[in-house]
């Protein structure tokens, strides 16, 4: 049974920083990918950073560019995300996915985290 577990989330002041982590479990499989998404109130989920387990591929919303840096522990399968210079429009659930390939089902599945607020307010 595949779980994603997130941390790392609380209140920060602008131009502060905060890592969020996040601890996959539950497979086997020797390539995956995990992200990184947020959703603000009123706003859909929104990918924030991805990454795959061999760093091949990572991705960044133009909004975190500079910002925030996602990396992967492999041996862990723990994924991590490093926000500096917080801004108040960072504000939102942050949620942690893990894409995960079955070859007995010839397709990857999706499991998501159950979310870590992040609040940046003075």
């Known amino acids: 049974q595949v779980q994603v577990v997130e941390s790392g989330g609380g209140l920060v002041q602008p131009g502060g920083s905060l890592r969020l982590s996040c601890a996959a479990s539950?497979?086997?499989?020797?390539?995956?990918?995990m992200s990184w998404y947020r959703q603000a109130p009123g706003k859909e989920r929104a990918l924030v950073a991805s990454?795959?387990?061999?760093?091949?591929?990572?991705n960044y919303a133009d909004s975190v560019k500079g910002r925030f840096t996602i990396s992967l522990d492999n041996a862990k399968k723990t994924v991590y995300l490093q926000m500096n210079n917080l801004k108040p429009e960072d504000t939102a659930v942050y949620y942690c996915?893990?894409?995960?390939?079955?070859?007995?089902?010839?397709?990857?599945?999706?499991?998501w985290g159950q979310g870590t607020q992040v609040t940046v307010s003075t």
């Open positions: 990454t795959t387990n061999d760093g091949d591929s990572t």
């Open positions: 996915n893990a894409l995960v390939p079955f070859e007995r089902l010839g397709r990857a599945l999706d499991f």
């Open positions: 539950g497979f086997t499989s020797s390539r995956y990918a």
